[in-house]
């Protein structure tokens, strides 16, 4: 079956103009993640949806990311007025239904292959 | 503030022997552990998972090992074999973050044949 998908894979822009990735997360996953890989560093959280609300996007940089999903399925992250800072491998994941809720533990997530950003 | 650690950034070991990784948290609400594998250019896959409940979660040639007290898990994979080469992350959730997953830095493992 197909997993999580993610585009484009590789951009490469200039200081201060806008970019868009786009995540499609695995059929009928209700819940999905954006994070990001910077060099040499862990993955960090950047926003999560249940649905096409966002009850968390506390790990948001600025004001200058934002991130939208729509039909309960692809969502895309834009960010505004790229800086050098913001370079990094931009990975989302997807999961099923929270089964927390019936006690059967945290969804593991699925993650899409990411998409390398690079500021210049 | 990095609420979940991997001290060692890599390791090397022989095909046939233990690899151990380890991975450190310092938020006591943590109540659930998980292992991703990553390869270069790929997302990461899941591995194994623990839960605060438990102490130690078997699956195969991989043992997850979590000490509550020290707030520190660990990762055993035995045998090791050249296909585990990869990068190792460490993640934690805690009920009230809903799913998040918080994530440790990686340890890149190099198996030897």
């Known amino acids: 079956g197909a997993g999580v998908s993610q585009s484009p894979s590789n951009k490469v822009t200039e200081k201060g103009k806008d970019v868009e990735l786009r995540c499609d997360p695995i059929?009928?996953?209700?819940?999905l993640y954006w994070y990001r890989q910077s060099l040499g560093q862990g993955l960090e959280f950047l926003i999560y949806?249940?649905?096409?609300?966002?009850?968390?996007k506390s790990g948001l940089p600025s004001d200058r990311f934002s991130a939208e999903r729509t039909g309960g399925s692809v969502s895309t992250l834009t960010i505004q007025r790229t800086q050098q800072e913001d370079s990094a491998v931009y990975l989302c994941?997807?999961?099923?239904?929270?089964?927390?809720?019936?006690?059967?533990?945290?969804?593991?997530?699925?993650f899409g292959p990411g998409t390398r950003l690079t500021v210049l | 503030d990095q609420q979940v650690k991997q001290n060692s950034p890599s390791l090397s070991v022989q095909e046939g022997r233990i690899s151990i990784l380890n991975c450190d948290y310092t938020n006591s609400m943590f109540d659930y552990f998980l292992w991703y594998k990553k390869y270069p250019a790929e997302g990461p896959t899941f591995l194994i998972s623990?839960?605060?409940?438990?102490d130690k979660n078997e699956d195969g040639r991989f043992t997850v090992f979590l000490n509550k007290s020290a707030k520190h898990l660990s990762l055993h994979i035995v045998p090791s074999q050249p296909g585990d080469s990869a990068v190792y992350f460490c993640?934690?959730?805690?009920?009230?973050?809903?799913?998040?997953?918080?994530f440790g830095g990686g340890t890149r493992v190099l198996v030897k044949p």
């Open positions: 623990i839960s605060s409940i438990k």
């Open positions: 949806f249940q649905g096409n609300s966002a009850p968390d």
């Open positions: 994941a997807s999961s099923p239904r929270d089964r927390r809720l019936a006690g059967l533990g945290v969804n593991e997530q699925f």
């Open positions: 059929s009928g996953h209700t819940a």
């Open positions: 993640a934690a959730s805690h009920s009230a973050a809903g799913n998040k997953l918080t």
